[in-house]
């Protein structure tokens, strides 16, 4: 069965060409134009991917995406404006596993599209291969379900904060580059290496207090976890 993806774009020439070039890829695609229809969509079509644009009528991308996290895993690509850096930064915030900006190239938007979709393919494949639960401090992750638990109490972490966690403490001590952790973690060759900054400092925020720190900065280097 062909993966699903649902665009969500209020400019429809821009909504048409992209479900033109990801069907062509062989996805089914299915597009929206607001953000109503989009949430009903969501729940109809229960998508492999949603590419939603921040701007949207009756009901913004943001808000949507605040939606989405509530009952899906889905991974979701935002579609920002050129100018407005803060919407990179919010939809990262909110659990946006992706950002697009306009204006941009259809291979691009195909190209992340198949690097999400390959990452939840593969984490997949890890979790059936895998049944297994690590602890790190206070800290418990199972590898097998997904879950991050602290003193107990499970931790809220979307897809990319898990992925990010998970490879930061298999590779525990070692000191990572942000163009290394956004190759190996987001699957990108190239991208915004802010999107690292701010998965790490929304993880650390999510996973450490004052006593307990894992995720250590490098100076000039990158970011490791500390295993004692």
């Known amino acids: 069965m062909n993966q699903k ?3 969500v774009d209020d400019e429809r020439p821009i ?3 992209i479900k033109y070039n990801l069907q062509k890829e062989g996805f089914e695609v299915q597009t929206v134009y607001d953000g109503e229809d989009a949430i009903k969509m969501v729940h109809k079509m229960k998508p492999d991917l949603v590419v939603l644009d921040v701007m949207l009528p009756r009901k913004g991308g943001f808000e949507i995406l605040k939606e989405i996290r509530m009952e899906y895993v889905m991974p979701v690509i935002m579609l920002t404006a050129k100018e407005e850096e803060s919407d990179k930064i919010s939809g990262l915030e909110l659990g946006a596993d992706d ?4 204006p941009f190239s259809t291979k691009e938007v195909v190209a992340r599209v198949k690097a999400n979709l390959r990452r939840v393919k593969l984490s997949k494949v890890e979790e059936e291969m895998k049944s297994k639960i690590v602890t790190a401090g206070n800290l418990t992750i199972d590898l097998n379900t997904y879950e991050v638990s602290k ?5 809220d972490l979307t897809n990319r904060e898990f992925d990010l966690l998970k490879y930061l403490f298999q590779n525990a001590d070692r000191v990572f580059n942000r ?7 987001w699957g990108y060759e190239f991208g915004d290496l802010r999107t690292v900054d701010v998965t790490v400092r929304r993880l650390r925020e999510k996973i450490e207090t004052e006593e307990d720190k894992y995720i250590i900065t490098k100076r000039g280097t990158g970011y490791y976890f500390k295993s004692k």
């Open 5 to 7: 993806i649902l665009v």
């Open 15 to 17: 909504a048409e060409i």
């Open 99 to 102: 950002y697009i900006t306009k």
């Open 151 to 155: 003193n107990n109490e499970i931790i």
């Open 179 to 185: 163009e290394h952790l956004l190759k190996e973690v």
